[in-house]
């Protein structure tokens, strides 16, 4: 029998409205853990290449992992996955929150949707059971609507809920999926996805617990790891995500005014410090999890936000905050609640209005495109407004609901020069002239620029950084600015790594270098819970194969090694701030990126992976579902 997981898959064809299981062999969970890796495994296999990704044909999987739902800090993290409408390449995004314990505790490991159902449904997942429901009364209401209504529909105020909002019904392409109105899945335009197959919602309830190979040794580890925990230096359960926006915008590495300035003298106004003295209400957390980084806050005036939609992490602040020119916080946390009412990304949203506000000061824009709002960095009002009109498609709105990259070439006048995307995606606001690893990251992410797909140059700049990777073989710090093999070396392997907590759902702040997690204790709590005889080895395999996957999905939808670029402005000296002047060496950048390449076992000019590496990693049969980039 199965330990950590139920070896059982929920298929759904809302097309013919049936509902199917299917039970994998334990080798194909051995394979791909969970999570991406595991989604990928299915996508490559059965999605159609080049398909409409706000079509039919797209499928969307939802999917844990081998050890979600078991006991330990930090397991509560799963993975969307279908084709991305906002990049047309691999989209994934990750949450947090309770939903998937619950949907393991309902006896299934994922749940994949396929078709289009032919009015709005919401899928009811219970103790083993799975129906699909009508939605249509619920199709146009708010998340925080649409959770209360479900669960007092079925009557147990218990039910966890993934759902869209308004923004997924209209197909905005940054639209995510969003549970218990504040744990995001929110990149890459998934709550589209969701609204283009009429899937409002899907509500989760189990009472079973997941049965594991060493019960002693899982009660051990998860003791441990509640023992041994120390808030780390930056203090993200105290202060949350955005305590370091003082701190990077010390450093000149805090994105402003989209991505011109690298400080913001509001800074301190817009800092974790700042909100934990003034808004903060309650530490939220995950299931499982002692940290409690999650914020929770409440404004009575002049807008009147809910604590029951969270609070602003830090990407929030920045993209509101010093990307807009913004240094207040209460209309930042309104506009938080704003998108996760609306069920948009916030990155995203702050980013396109970012871009906006460049073009207007411009001239690119005019009053007349923006529906005479004066949208000027700094304008608090014109930036909540935007919100509100990409949520309903309204006016400008509309045009940035399709995304950056498409709103820049409709614009056109220089316009896709203010546009801070790769691949389609909005950048997250880590500064790459300051960590240059970072835009590596950014660059060749399959999924677009996701600054929680691989790691922060700082931490591995000192001996107590590099101190944590002593089992990966690095022994040396590389510097922040560094762009040579040392620093590739390092990101590849570390890419792995943040690849391998995706695929077991850990979360980053509950892994070294941030939480207790390490290594060695990651390996033996799978061991634990599996009964498998793994290795740190076997498990950074797994790591390598969600790259390789992605890699092999992308090249098939059509992108190429150009689609492995920065902004043009990286390029560029900045503006103003600590590190004025500062810009990246564009040839040293493309050859790092060349020898990333060569690092992967890839082709150096091309990017497509050799079948002697897919051959290594037990993925050869990729090549029959990529014939043509191999013959």
């Known amino acids: 029998m199965p330990f950590g997981y139920n070896g059982k898959i929920l298929r759904v064809d809302l097309d013919r409205g049936s509902i199917s299981i299917e039970e994998p062999d334990e080798n194909v969970y051995c394979r791909y853990l969970g999570g991406g890796t595991f989604a990928l495994y299915y996508l490559l ?6 398909s409409d990704p706000l079509g039919p044909e797209n499928i969307l999987v939802f999917i844990g992992s081998v050890i979600s739902g078991t006991p330990a ?10 084709k991305s409408p906002l990049t ?43 129906e699909i429901k009508d939605a249509r009364h619920l199709w146009g209401k708010f998340t925080k609507e649409t959770q209360e209504e479900i669960r007092k529909e079925l009557r147990d105020e218990h039910i966890r809920i993934a759902s869209i909002g308004p923004a997924g019904e209209k197909l905005v392409r940054v639209a995510c999926i969003l549970n218990e109105l504040k744990h995001a899945n ?20 189990g009472n079973k617990r997941m049965e594991v190979a060493d019960e002693e040794a899982v009660r051990r580890i998860t003791k441990w790891l509640r023992d041994t925990y120390e808030e780390p230096y930056f203090s993200i359960g105290n202060l949350g995500t955005a305590r ?7 450093q000149g590495i805090l994105p402003t005014f989209n991505f011109r300035q690298g400080s913001f003298e509001g800074a301190e106004a817009i800092s974790g410090e700042t909100m934990s003295k003034t808004i903060l209400v309650r530490r939220g957390t995950c299931y499982g999890c002692f940290i409690r980084c999650k914020r929770e806050v409440r404004v009575t005036e002049p807008y009147l936000v809910d604590p029951i939609y969270g609070g602003p992490e830090y990407e929030t602040v920045a993209a509101f905050g010093s990307m807009c020119g913004i240094d207040n916080l209460k209309a930042i946390s309104w506009a938080n609640q704003l998108c996760n009412a609306y069920g948009l990304d916030t990155i995203s949203t702050g980013g396109l209005i970012s871009f906006a506000m460049e073009c207007y000061e411009n001239d690119i824009l005019k ?21 509100e009109m990409i949520g309903k498609r309204e006016g400008l709105g509309d045009l940035l609901a399709d995304g950056m990259s498409l709103a820049a070439r409709k614009l056109g006048k220089g316009a896709e020069g203010f546009a801070m995307h790769v691949k389609g995606m909005p950048l997250p606001f880590h500064e790459p002239r300051g960590k240059v690893g970072v835009g590596i990251g950014y660059a060749v992410s399959p999924t677009g620029p996701d600054h929680m797909e691989f790691p922060h140059d700082p931490f591995w700049a000192t001996d107590a950084g590099i101190s944590l990777l002593r089992p990966l073989g690095i022994l040396e710090p590389v510097d922040v600015f560094d762009l040579g093999p040392k620093k590739v070396r390092l990101f590849v392997y570390l890419q792995q790594y943040w690849d391998l907590l995706n695929s077991l759902g850990i979360c980053m702040f509950t892994a070294k270098p941030f939480g207790p997690h390490t290594f060695n204790e990651i390996v033996d709590y799978v061991k634990a819970v599996t009964g498998w005889e793994t290795s740190l080895f076997d498990l950074l395999k797994v790591g390598e194969r969600h790259a390789n996957m992605a890699r092999i999905f992308n090249l098939r939808e059509g992108l190429t090694s150009k689609d492995d670029i920065l902004p043009e402005r990286l390029f560029q000296p900045m503006e103003g701030g600590t590190l004025k002047g500062k810009k990246i060496d564009q040839e040293e950048f493309l050859k790092a990126i060349k020898t990333y390449y060569q690092m992967m076992g890839w082709d150096p000019e091309s990017g497509v992976p050799k079948k002697e590496k897919l051959a290594e990693l037990d993925l050869d049969w990729l090549i029959d579902y990529a014939p043509s980039l191999f013959s």
């Open 244 to 250: 370091v926006t003082v701190m990077l915008s010390e």
């Open 88 to 130: 047309n390449a691999f989209g994934e995004a990750e949450a947090g929150g309770w939903w998937i314990p619950e949907l393991k505790f309902a006896g299934y490991d994922a749940v994949i949707i396929k078709g289009r159902a032919n009015h709005p449904v919401y899928l009811w997942i219970h103790d083993g059971e799975a």
């Open 45 to 50: 296999k059965e999605f159609k290449p080049k």
């Open 73 to 82: 800090v930090g397991l509560s993290r799963f993975s969307a996955a279908a």
């Open 186 to 205: 929110g990149r890459t335009g998934l709550g589209a996805v969701m609204g283009s197959k009429n899937l409002k919602a899907i509500a989760v309830r």
């Open 367 to 387: 009053s007349t495109d923006t529906g005479g709002l004066d949208l000027r960095f700094g304008n608090v009002e014109a930036m909540i407004k935007m919100v």
